[in-house]
C-alpha cells in the first residue's frame, strides 16, 4: 500500500498596487507501507549493509550524501515493486513504511511481477537500460593492484617499479596496475613530479613489459592560482561561486581548490584532451577518477554553465568522461547504471566489521545497475588504518579472508602488499585466491557480457535469484551469475553456517550436498567455501 502527498511549502506571495511575486515549491511526500514479508533495497550503494531496510533509519538525502559511494534514486522490494525519481530524493526508514520526498517530483509507487529479480529487470529497461558494453575485459579475468597503501602520498618511480616487480617475484597474477594520488606536481597539472619520477614514459614501459596494464589516478580539481587556474579561470572553464564572476573554492578531502565545470561541453573537451595526451605522451592505458561527490557541488553556493544544474549533475558529468577511456574506475556516481564503467565500492576501513560489510554493499551496487564493481581493496582502503600498524602486528587472517570475499567477485583489487604482512604460509593463501579469480575469470567475463546484454547483475542476492525460499535478509553469501553460490567466512572463526536453495549443489571439495536446508561447515583458513549448482 503506498500513500502519496503533495505538501505546499512555500506559498506564493501578493505584493501591493497590483504587482505580485509567487514563490511556491512544492514538496512531494511518498509513503511506502511495507506489505507482509516485503523487504526494501535501494537509495545509496554504501548503505548495503542496512539492507534490505528492516531498521529504522533517520533521513538520507541523495542530493547531498553519497557516503563516500554510488547513489542511484531507486529503490525496489522482493514483491516487484519498485520506485524510480529522475532526480535525488531523501529517504527516511521506519519499522513498517519508508518515507521519501522529493522537492522536485511526484514519485510514484510501480508493479512489475512478483519478485526481486522482475522489479530490477522492469526498472533496468525501463530506466537504464544494458547498452552492450563493458569496460575493458582484463578488468574480471585478473587481478588489480593499486599503489595507494604502501605509498600512500609518497608516488614514485622507484617504488611503483619495487611494488610492480613484487608482484611478479611472489607468484601473483599480472593485471591492472593503478597509480594513485600525488604522482602530478599539483592539482589540475598533468605533469609528473619531476623530483618523483626521473623518466615516467621509462616506467609505464618497464610495467607493460611486467604484463600490467597502467592506470593513473586522476580528479576535477584545480589547485588555486596556478597557471592552469588562471587559464581555465580565463576559458570559463571553472565552476563560479554563486552570483560571483570568481571561480569557486571547494573543500575537499585534500584541502580547497577550484573545480573544472563540466556541464560545460568545452571544459569536458579540454578535460579529455588532457587525458589523451597523457596517453600518447607517456603509454597511460586508462585512469582512476576520484571525487565527483555530490556533497562538493551546492547549487546555493556555486553556479554553473548549465544554470539548471545540481549537485548531481555534476557528478554524472564526471562520470561521462570515463566513457571515453575503457580502463576507468569510479566510487562516486549519479544514474549511470549499465554504462561500460568499473565502479569500486568506498574506502573501507581495516576491521572484520568492514569486511562483513563487502557482500551486501556488492549486493546493493548489483540491484542498482553497477554491475561492473569492485569490493574496494584488500583488507581496506582507508589509509589511516594503516599508518600506525607494525608488519607484524597485522591481523593476517581478516587480510587472507578479506583476499577470499574478493576471489569470487566481478574483480578483485590488491593494494597493502601481501608478502609484506604476511607469514609464508598465508601469504600463498592470499596467492590461491588471486589464481582462485584468474581461474574463475572466463565464467566471470561470461556473465559480465551476459550483463552487458540484460542488465542482471553478476554478483546476486540469494532472493533475486531463489525468490519465496527464505533468503531475503541473507547478507552474508550470495550467487556469481547463475551457477555458483559463494559463502566466504567473515569473522576471525574458522567456521560458518550455509543455507542451500532447493536442488544439488556440488561444493568447492566436490561433495554433493542436497539443498532446501543449512549446513554448518569448519572452514579452515585455505578454503572458500563455493558451490555450483547441479
Given at each position: 500500500?503506498?500513500?502519496?502527498?503533495?505538501?505546499?511549502?512555500c506559498?506564493?506571495?501578493?505584493?501591493l498596487?497590483g504587482?505580485?511575486?509567487?514563490?511556491?515549491?512544492?514538496?512531494?511526500?511518498?509513503?511506502?507501507t511495507?506489505?507482509?514479508?516485503?523487504?526494501?533495497?535501494?537509495?545509496?550503494?554504501?548503505?548495503?549493509?542496512?539492507?534490505p531496510?528492516?531498521?529504522?533509519?533517520?533521513?538520507?538525502?541523495?542530493?547531498?550524501q553519497?557516503?563516500?559511494?554510488?547513489?542511484?534514486?531507486?529503490?525496489?522490494?522482493?514483491?516487484?515493486?519498485?520506485?524510480?525519481?529522475?532526480?535525488?530524493?531523501?529517504?527516511?526508514?521506519?519499522?513498517?513504511?519508508?518515507?521519501?520526498?522529493?522537492?522536485?517530483e511526484?514519485?510514484?509507487?510501480?508493479?512489475?511481477?512478483?519478485?526481486?529479480?522482475?522489479?530490477?529487470?522492469?526498472?533496468?529497461?525501463?530506466?537504464?537500460?544494458?547498452?552492450?558494453?563493458?569496460p575493458?575485459?582484463?578488468?574480471f579475468?585478473?587481478?588489480q593492484?593499486?599503489?595507494?597503501?604502501?605509498?600512500?602520498?609518497?608516488?614514485n618511480?622507484?617504488?611503483?617499479?619495487?611494488?610492480?616487480?613484487?608482484?611478479?617475484d611472489?607468484?601473483?597474477?599480472?593485471?591492472?596496475?593503478?597509480?594513485?594520488?600525488?604522482?602530478?606536481?599539483?592539482?589540475?597539472?598533468?605533469?609528473f613530479?619531476?623530483?618523483k619520477?626521473?623518466?615516467?614514459?621509462?616506467?609505464?614501459?618497464?610495467?607493460?613489459?611486467?604484463?600490467?596494464?597502467?592506470?593513473?589516478?586522476?580528479?576535477?580539481?584545480?589547485?588555486?592560482?596556478?597557471?592552469?587556474?588562471r587559464?581555465?579561470?580565463a576559458?570559463?572553464?571553472l565552476?563560479?561561486?554563486?552570483?560571483?564572476k570568481?571561480?569557486a573554492?571547494?573543500?575537499?578531502?585534500?584541502?580547497?581548490?577550484?573545480?573544472y565545470d563540466?556541464?560545460?561541453?568545452?571544459a569536458?573537451?579540454?578535460?579529455?584532451?588532457?587525458?589523451?595526451?597523457?596517453?600518447?605522451?607517456?603509454g597511460?592505458?586508462?585512469?582512476?577518477?576520484?571525487?565527483?561527490?555530490?556533497?562538493?557541488?551546492?547549487?546555493?553556493?556555486?553556479?554553473?554553465?548549465?544554470?539548471?544544474?545540481?549537485?548531481?549533475?555534476?557528478?554524472?558529468?564526471w562520470?561521462?568522461?570515463?566513457?571515453?577511456?575503457?580502463?576507468?574506475?569510479y566510487?562516486?556516481?549519479?544514474?549511470?547504471g549499465?554504462?561500460?564503467?568499473?565502479?569500486?565500492?568506498?574506502?573501507k576501513?581495516?576491521?572484520w566489521k568492514?569486511?562483513?560489510?563487502?557482500?551486501?554493499?556488492?549486493?546493493?551496487?548489483?540491484?542498482?545497475?553497477?554491475g561492473?564493481?569492485?569490493?574496494?581493496?584488500?583488507?581496506?582502503?582507508?589509509?589511516?588504518?594503516f599508518?600506525n600498524?607494525?608488519?607484524?602486528?597485522?591481523?593476517q587472517?581478516?587480510?587472507?579472508r578479506?583476499?577470499?570475499?574478493?576471489?569470487?567477485?566481478?574483480?578483485m583489487?590488491?593494494?597493502?602488499?601481501?608478502?609484506?604482512?604476511?607469514?609464508?604460509?598465508?601469504?600463498e593463501?592470499?596467492?590461491?585466491?588471486?589464481k582462485?579469480?584468474?581461474?574463475?575469470?572466463?565464467?566471470?567475463l561470461?556473465?559480465?557480457?551476459?550483463?552487458?546484454?540484460?542488465?542482471?547483475?553478476?554478483?546476486?542476492?540469494?532472493?533475486?535469484?531463489?525468490?519465496?525460499e527464505?533468503?531475503?535478509?541473507?547478507?552474508?553469501?550470495?550467487?556469481?551469475?547463475?551457477?555458483?553460490?559463494?559463502?566466504?567466512?567473515?569473522?576471525?572463526?574458522?567456521?560458518?553456517?550455509?543455507?542451500?536453495?532447493?536442488?544439488?549443489w556440488?561444493?568447492?571439495l566436490?561433495?554433493i550436498?542436497?539443498?532446501g536446508?543449512?549446513?554448518?561447515?569448519d572452514?579452515?583458513?585455505?578454503?572458500?567455501?563455493?558451490?555450483?549448482?547441479i
Amino acid at each position: 500500500m503506498s500513500i502519496i502527498k503533495n505538501v505546499l511549502v512555500c506559498a506564493g506571495l501578493v505584493g501591493l498596487f497590483g504587482n505580485s511575486l509567487t514563490q511556491a515549491q512544492e514538496k512531494n511526500t511518498l509513503t511506502i507501507t511495507k506489505e507482509k514479508n516485503e523487504y526494501w533495497w535501494g537509495g545509496a550503494v554504501a548503505l548495503g549493509s542496512y539492507m534490505p531496510y528492516v531498521q529504522d533509519m533517520k533521513e538520507f538525502n541523495l542530493e547531498f550524501q553519497n557516503n563516500n559511494n554510488q547513489v542511484v534514486p531507486l529503490f525496489i522490494s522482493n514483491k516487484g515493486r519498485f520506485v524510480w525519481g529522475d532526480k535525488p530524493f531523501a529517504f527516511k526508514v521506519d519499522k513498517d513504511k519508508i518515507d521519501l520526498s522529493s522537492k522536485y517530483e511526484n514519485l510514484k509507487v510501480q508493479q512489475a511481477g512478483t519478485t526481486l529479480r522482475s522489479a530490477y529487470l522492469k526498472a533496468s529497461q525501463e530506466y537504464f537500460p544494458a547498452t552492450g558494453k563493458l569496460p575493458e575485459e582484463l578488468f574480471f579475468s585478473m587481478p588489480q593492484y593499486n599503489t595507494w597503501i604502501e605509498l600512500m602520498y609518497n608516488q614514485n618511480q622507484h617504488d611503483i617499479l619495487k611494488y610492480a616487480q613484487a608482484i611478479v617475484d611472489n607468484g601473483f597474477p599480472s593485471g591492472v596496475l593503478m597509480i594513485d594520488d600525488n604522482w602530478q606536481r599539483y592539482y589540475g597539472n598533468f605533469d609528473f613530479r619531476a623530483e618523483k619520477f626521473e623518466d615516467p614514459k621509462e616506467m609505464v614501459k618497464k610495467l607493460h613489459d611486467l604484463g600490467f596494464k597502467v592506470m593513473l589516478w586522476v580528479c576535477p580539481f584545480v589547485s588555486a592560482d596556478s597557471p592552469e587556474y588562471r587559464d581555465l579561470d580565463a576559458k570559463g572553464y571553472l565552476i563560479k561561486e554563486k552570483n560571483s564572476k570568481s571561480p569557486a573554492i571547494i573543500s575537499w578531502w585534500n584541502g580547497k581548490s577550484a573545480c573544472y565545470d563540466l556541464t560545460n561541453p568545452k571544459a569536458k573537451a579540454h578535460y579529455i584532451a588532457q587525458l589523451k595526451h597523457m596517453q600518447e605522451e607517456y603509454g597511460i592505458d586508462g585512469f582512476k577518477f576520484d571525487a565527483g561527490d555530490n556533497q562538493f557541488y551546492n547549487p546555493a553556493r556555486i553556479s554553473s554553465f548549465d544554470q539548471s544544474a545540481i549537485s548531481v549533475d555534476h557528478t554524472k558529468a564526471w562520470a561521462e568522461i570515463g566513457l571515453e577511456f575503457p580502463f576507468n574506475e569510479y566510487r562516486a556516481g549519479w544514474k549511470m547504471g549499465n554504462q561500460p564503467l568499473v565502479q569500486r565500492l568506498g574506502d573501507k576501513a581495516y576491521s572484520w566489521k568492514a569486511v562483513q560489510m563487502l557482500v551486501p554493499d556488492m549486493i546493493a551496487a548489483g540491484l542498482m545497475g553497477y554491475g561492473y564493481t569492485c569490493p574496494d581493496m584488500i583488507g581496506g582502503g582507508s589509509f589511516a588504518a594503516f599508518l600506525n600498524i607494525k608488519d607484524d602486528e597485522f591481523d593476517q587472517k581478516l587480510i587472507v579472508r578479506s583476499a577470499q570475499v574478493h576471489a569470487l567477485m566481478p574483480m578483485m583489487q590488491f593494494s597493502v602488499a601481501p608478502w609484506r604482512i604476511l607469514s609464508k604460509e598465508n601469504l600463498e593463501i592470499a596467492k590461491k585466491a588471486a589464481k582462485l579469480h584468474q581461474a574463475f575469470g572466463s565464467y566471470i567475463l561470461e556473465q559480465a557480457h551476459k550483463t552487458a546484454k540484460s542488465g542482471e547483475p553478476i554478483v546476486r542476492h540469494m532472493d533475486y535469484s531463489f525468490p519465496n525460499e527464505g533468503f531475503e535478509t541473507c547478507q552474508d553469501q550470495f550467487m556469481l551469475g547463475e551457477k555458483f553460490l559463494v559463502a566466504p567466512v567473515i569473522t576471525n572463526e574458522d567456521k560458518r553456517s550455509v543455507k542451500l536453495p532447493k536442488g544439488r549443489w556440488k561444493d568447492d571439495l566436490g561433495k554433493i550436498h542436497k539443498g532446501g536446508k543449512t549446513i554448518e561447515m569448519d572452514v579452515p583458513l585455505a578454503r572458500l567455501p563455493y558451490f555450483e549448482k547441479i
